[in-house]
Each structure stands twice: as C-alpha cells, then as structure tokens.
C-alpha cells in the first residue's frame, strides 16, 4: 500500500516569504503530526490533526499553522519565513491516536530559507 | 534540560559487534517508547515498540526498559552494514506527542 506522501521534496524560499507544505496521510489513517527536524535540536513536535481538529500544538510561533482536509490529508503553512525555518519537515500518520499503532513517517520535505 | 537525552554518537563498531543505543529521560509518566531508524534523506521508520518496562527481542533487535532508572536501550546483534543509520528513541504518555531524542548516528564497516 501507498506509504505517506509529503510534496514538494524540496523547496528553495526567500526569507520573509510563506511556504505551504503538503502530506498525504496512509489510506485509512486519520491522525496525521508534523514535525520539523534540524541537526542541533533533532525532531521537534509542531501539530498533530485528528478528525480535521488540531489535538496537539508545540512550542512553535504563530507563524507556523496547519489544518487538515476531511479526506485526513493536511497542509502546515509557515509564513514570514526566516533563516532559522531552514529545516525537514516531516509528516507521520497513524489509523487513530491510540500510541500502540505508532506512526509511519514520509520522507520529508527538505526546506531552505536563502 | 531535554526531555529526553540521547547520546549523539557516531558510533562506529565492525560488522558482527553487539550495538548499544542508550536513551535516559526525565518525565515519569511516560509510558509508551519506540526506537526509529533513519537512513540519509528519508524519513524515520518504526523498528520497536514497548509498553513500560520489560523487553522486547524482534530478530536481531532487542528493545529494554527501566521505568525505576528512567532508561531505555536498543541493543543490535550481528550488526551489518545495512544497519548504519540514524537511531532515534522516542516517547509519549497517553494520546500526548511523540518526543524524539537527537539520535545516535551509527555506522557498521564490513
């Protein structure tokens, strides 16, 4: 079966530009979490969406926003970008929120800020 | 202090040798812990997963923890070079968010 989708691969912003990036959850999975990971501060929570609500928030600014669709794909959307955004971003999906199914992560989209 | 600390290695061992990644944490509720892998530009995949304490052996990958020292452990045998990747324990308590450790890079020469 189809693994977890994320689009684009990779993508060159100019700071002070907005970015929308797009994960397409395994079929069946309704929860889908987002995660940014960078060499010094590993992977670091930013949302998670279950039933097109966000159950879960990390410390990140109000910059950083996502929602998800009710066909449980879903986009995060950084606006005002800076250098510091510079980053993976990785999406995971599970069938619900019950932690023993675990997550399947995409392989990422690779960000850079110039 | 993190959350959760891992040992950001390399760790560089030779083919056959016993591996072991280590991961120490401070929230005591958690009860739910995992080992990823992660190869160069792909996202991590799940390789063990554990409720609480105990272990548990799945081929040549054998998952522990201890809940009282707040310690997890992911121990690999007969290592091969396939193995070299990025390992990243991680945790959560109930339906909270997954928390990820740094990762260990390890690498296995032939």
């Known amino acids: 079966k189809a693994g977890v989708t994320q689009t684009p691969r990779y993508l060159i912003k100019t700071r002070g530009q907005q970015v929308t990036l797009s994960c397409s959850p395994i079929?069946?999975?309704?929860?889908v979490s987002w995660y940014q990971q960078t060499p010094g501060q590993g992977l670091q929570f930013l949302f998670e969406?279950?039933?097109?609500?966000?159950?879960n928030k990390g410390n990140f600014p109000g910059r950083f926003s996502g929602r998800q669709f009710s066909n449980s794909r879903s986009e995060m959307n950084v606006s005002t970008l800076e250098l510091g955004d510079s980053a993976l971003y990785l999406c995971?999906?599970?069938?619900?929120?019950?932690?023993?199914?675990?997550?399947?992560f995409g392989s990422g989209t690779r960000l850079t800020v110039v | 202090q993190k959350e959760v600390e891992q040992d950001p290695g390399p760790l560089s061992v030779p083919e056959g040798a016993i591996v072991s990644l280590n991961c120490t944490y401070s929230?005591?509720?958690?009860?739910?812990f995992m080992w990823y892998r992660q190869y160069s530009r792909k996202g991590p995949e799940l390789l063990m997963y554990?409720?609480?304490?105990g272990n548990k052996e799945d081929g040549r990958f054998t998952a522990q923890v201890d809940k009282s020292s707040k310690y997890i452990s992911l121990f690999i045998r007969d290592s091969q070079p396939s193995d070299s990747a990025t390992y990243l324990c991680?945790?959560?308590?109930?339906?909270?968010?997954?928390?990820f450790g740094t990762g260990t890079r390890l690498q296995v020469f032939p």
């Open positions: 929230n005591s509720a958690f009860q739910y």
């Open positions: 969406y279950f039933s097109e609500t966000q159950r």
């Open positions: 995971a999906s599970s069938f619900t929120r019950d932690t023993s199914y675990g997550y399947t």
């Open positions: 991680a945790m959560r308590r109930d339906t909270d968010k997954l928390i």
């Open positions: 079929s069946g999975h309704r929860s």
């Open positions: 554990t409720y609480s304490s």
